[in-house]
């Protein structure tokens, strides 16, 4: 599958345009009283399921950032369709600062995996900033009696097709990962998919399915709590917070390396003042200790980026699916 010309001009020109938002995220930083302020609560939608790690991360910001706009912000779930309902929500929203979305790099992969999501991840939405990151989880339920990597894949080589895993949905890293997996252990399995990252980890704590990989944020409570058995972080390194997990490139699964991320972005349209302002106090936000710590504990990793180059890692990410579903020799949905 090749980039289509015409969404290559539009990436290429909404980059080409994020080149004065570091004038926008400057002037965010001498904000006056007379900087945007809303007069009613904001609504923050999170296209996920409740209980996810992104709307987990969502709500601890939620807190923080609603006393600096001095308005709530009330999140809003609108989960199913890797993400797409929601985003076409927001996508048709007024631009006037009200509505936001919970954007993450599920947004951008359906740019490639879906042929008709409804909305365009470039166009329809002015990207604020990246939050956070996290990693992706190798998982397996303890009754399964796998203990190890080289047991799962011996497994499924064993049984062609007959093991199947969760994802949180088509498009997902959870999908991509498992897809990318498969193809280096040189293994068959088969897809389930499901409405979110919690009905992905619901299902194999529910031995409804062999396995599964879902962000890190939400596997790792119960990873913690015996529960689900880690196999493997699909990671350039080891997460702090199961260091005694290795990465499946240590296991000996080479080119399995995804990391999630999530931000917040506006409709298109919006103005500079209100995107400004947004900047502003998200990443206030992000340097409140009780926030670094509550998703440091989530298992996610702080980690704002500039207007710029939050619109680069959706390019980044488009550009990524489509040469992990020619590795994977997936086709668009």
Same mark, same amino acid.
Request: proline share 7%.
């Given at each position: 599958?090749?980039?289509?010309?015409?969404?290559?001009?539009?990436?290429?020109?909404?980059?080409?345009?994020? +080149?004065?938002?570091?004038?926008?995220?400057?002037?965010?930083?001498?904000?006056?009283?007379?900087?945007?302020?809303?007069?009613?609560?904001?609504? *923050?939608?999170?296209?996920?399921?409740?209980? =996810?790690?992104?709307?987990?991360?969502?709500?601890?910001?939620?807190?923080?950032?609603?006393?600096?706009?001095?308005?709530?912000?009330?999140?809003?779930?609108?989960?199913?369709? +890797?993400?797409?309902?929601?985003?076409?929500?927001?996508?048709?929203?007024?631009?006037?600062?009200?509505? *936001?979305?919970?954007?993450?790099?599920?947004?951008?992969?359906?740019?490639?995996?879906?042929?008709?999501?409804?909305?365009?991840?470039?166009?329809?939405?002015?990207?604020?900033?990246?939050? /956070?990151?996290?990693?992706?989880?190798?998982?397996?339920?303890? +009754?399964? @009696?796998?203990? =190890?990597?080289?047991?799962?894949?011996?497994?499924?080589?064993?049984?062609?097709?007959?093991?199947?895993?969760?994802?949180? @949905?088509?498009?997902?890293?959870?999908?991509?990962?498992?897809?990318?997996?498969?193809?280096?252990?040189?293994?068959?399995?088969?897809?389930?998919?499901?409405?979110?990252?919690?009905?992905?980890?619901?299902?194999?704590? @529910?031995? %409804?399915?062999?396995?599964?990989?879902?962000?890190?944020?939400?596997?790792?409570?119960?990873?913690?709590?015996?529960?689900?058995?880690?196999?493997?972080?699909?990671?350039?390194?080891?997460?702090?917070?199961?260091? %005694?997990?290795?990465?499946?490139?240590?296991?000996?699964?080479?080119?399995?390396?995804?990391?999630?991320?999530?931000?917040?972005?506006?409709?298109? @349209?919006?103005?500079?003042?209100? +995107?400004?302002?947004?900047?502003?106090?998200?990443?206030?936000?992000?340097? %409140?200790?009780?926030?670094?710590?509550?998703?440091?504990?989530?298992?996610?990793?702080?980690?704002?980026?500039?207007?710029?180059?939050?619109?680069?890692?959706?390019?980044?990410?488009?550009?990524?699916?489509?040469?992990?579903?020619? /590795?994977?020799?997936? %086709?668009?949905?």
């Amino acid at each position: 599958m090749t980039l289509i010309n015409a969404h290559r001009r539009a990436l290429c020109g909404a980059i080409a345009a994020s +080149a004065l938002l570091p004038a926008i995220a400057r002037a965010a930083g001498a904000a006056t009283p007379a900087a945007w302020r809303p007069t009613r609560p904001v609504k *923050w939608i999170v296209p996920y399921l409740a209980g =996810t790690g992104p709307d987990n991360g969502a709500r601890i910001l939620a807190e923080a950032v609603g006393p600096l706009l001095g308005q709530p912000v009330i999140i809003e779930n609108r989960g199913g369709a +890797a993400g797409n309902i929601g985003a076409r929500q927001v996508a048709r929203a007024a631009p006037d600062g009200y509505t *936001w979305i919970y954007s993450a790099a599920p947004m951008a992969a359906n740019m490639r995996m879906q042929q008709n999501p409804g909305y365009d991840a470039v166009k329809d939405f002015r990207h604020i900033m990246r939050l /956070t990151n996290s990693d992706v989880l190798l998982v397996v339920n303890p +009754a399964s @009696g796998i203990q =190890t990597l080289q047991e799962l894949v011996a497994r499924a080589k064993a049984n062609p097709g007959k093991l199947d895993y969760a994802s949180g @949905g088509v498009g997902t890293p959870s999908h991509l990962g498992v897809e990318l997996f498969l193809h280096a252990a040189g293994a068959q399995a088969t897809h389930v998919p499901y409405k979110g990252a919690s009905e992905l980890v619901n299902a194999v704590l @529910g031995n %409804q399915v062999s396995f599964g990989m879902p962000i890190f944020s939400v596997a790792f409570p119960h990873v913690q709590g015996g529960k689900l058995r880690a196999l493997g972080v699909a990671g350039s390194k080891r997460n702090a917070s199961l260091p %005694q997990v290795q990465t499946l490139a240590e296991l000996g699964l080479r080119g399995v390396e995804l990391t999630s991320w999530g931000g917040v972005s506006v409709p298109a @349209g919006t103005p500079d003042a209100i +995107a400004a302002r947004l900047y502003e106090v998200f990443s206030q936000a992000l340097k %409140q200790p009780a926030v670094i710590t509550a998703l440091t504990e989530l298992g996610s990793e702080v980690s704002p980026s500039t207007p710029e180059a939050y619109v680069q890692a959706f390019a980044s990410e488009i550009e990524l699916t489509e040469r992990m579903m020619k /590795t994977a020799k997936l %086709q668009p949905l």
